[in-house]
């Protein structure tokens, strides 16, 4: 069955530096999104994604993040210089069409800022 | 602006009881209504979806939901639980122009042997 892979599973990083998290969707998916969640709360949208440009953005998504689909495959997203308070776990997701339609979602990467 | 509530953040029950989870949410358009599962070390993944019809949604694993809309509600609910369905389960819904789903809390679930 297909599914969502992202990578990496893990990354840790200093205050400040940039850090680029990866996500593969499913292949035949033409929506992509972004959610996080912070350790203890609730799952949060970041952005969506269609067409090779951003369809919807929450508060959250400000100048410091941004999102690629540098290729066919791969749909990254950037934190340029991250804060404490970007720690969370970051969930990619893909789906066939909007609205009513199921968003898979992969693993998700832990993100800690030190 | 929309949320959803999830009124049970931990439910203990023993196999073979009788599961209800509630889920609120605040909108007053239409809306599409999910739950998703994320079992302990695996992704989130869909239990059931309403987006129109039957208000009454079965979905995998024994998993039903009612969408009541002048309650604002769609609670998830299994006849007999089983201790393979220890997990969190997430309410979303989304507004049916928007891309974004918007989550409640989430309730761990626990079903001990």
């Known amino acids: 069955e297909p599914e969502v892979t992202q990578t990496p599973s893990h990354q840790v990083t200093q205050m400040g530096q940039e850090v680029i998290l990866r996500c593969v969707p499913i292949s035949n998916h033409l929506y992509f999104y972004w959610y996080r969640q912070i350790l203890g709360q609730k799952v949060e949208f970041l952005v969506s994604f269609y067409n090779n440009e951003i369809s919807e953005k929450s508060e959250i998504f400000d100048d410091q993040f941004s999102v690629e689909r540098p290729d066919g495959s791969n749909f990254t997203l950037k934190i340029r210089s991250t804060k404490l308070e970007d720690s969370a776990m970051y969930f990619c997701?893909?789906?066939?069409?909007?609205?009513?339609?199921?968003?898979?979602f992969g693993p998700g990467t832990r993100l800690t800022v030190l | 602006a929309q949320s959803v509530s999830q009124h049970n953040h931990h439910v203990i029950l023993s196999e073979a009881a009788s599961l209800e989870l509630g889920c609120n949410y605040s909108?007053?358009?239409?809306?599409?209504l999910f739950w998703y599962v994320q079992y302990p070390g695996q992704h989130l993944q869909l239990l059931l979806k309403?987006?129109?019809?039957d208000p009454l949604v079965k979905g995998i694993k024994g998993f039903e939901a009612e969408f009541i809309k002048s309650k604002f509600s769609f609670n998830l609910r299994k006849p007999s639980v089983q201790w393979s369905d220890t997990a969190e389960y997430f309410c979303?819904?989304?507004?049916?122009?928007?891309?974004?789903?918007?989550w409640g809390a989430g309730t761990k679930l626990i079903i001990k042997p």
């Open positions: 909108y007053g358009g239409t809306v599409n």
């Open positions: 309403y987006f129109s019809g």
């Open positions: 979303a819904v989304n507004e049916d122009s928007n891309y974004q789903l918007i």
């Open positions: 997701a893909s789906s066939k069409d909007r609205g009513m339609d199921e968003q898979f």
